[in-house]
């Protein structure tokens, strides 16, 4: 994901445990909302299989060379 930080980082309510990112409790509802949101798209973004990287054209010809 790529793009501006997140508002909900700049909270006091946000905590940036290593893999533990969360909310302290009594977290104003708009910082929760984003916060949900984001965590969402990266755990979307987690699941999405990758692309395979094209290869380029050396890579490509030095394949067929290597193959007679």
């Given at each position: 994901m790529?793009?501006?930080?997140?508002?909900?980082?700049?909270?006091?309510y946000?905590?940036?445990?290593?893999?533990?990112?969360?909310?302290?409790?009594?977290?104003?509802?708009?910082?929760?909302?984003?916060?949900?949101?984001?965590?969402?798209?990266?755990?979307?973004?987690?699941?999405?299989?990758?692309?395979?990287?094209?290869?380029?054209m050396?890579?490509?010809?030095?394949?067929?060379?290597?193959?007679?």
């Amino acid at each position: 994901m790529i793009g501006s930080r997140p508002k909900f980082m700049d909270s006091p309510y946000f905590v940036d445990d290593l893999f533990n990112w969360h909310l302290k409790d009594g977290a104003p509802a708009e910082v929760v909302k984003e916060f949900n949101e984001y965590m969402a798209q990266i755990e979307k973004d987690d699941s999405e299989p990758e692309k395979p990287v094209k290869k380029s054209m050396t890579e490509q010809i030095n394949e067929m060379l290597n193959k007679s």
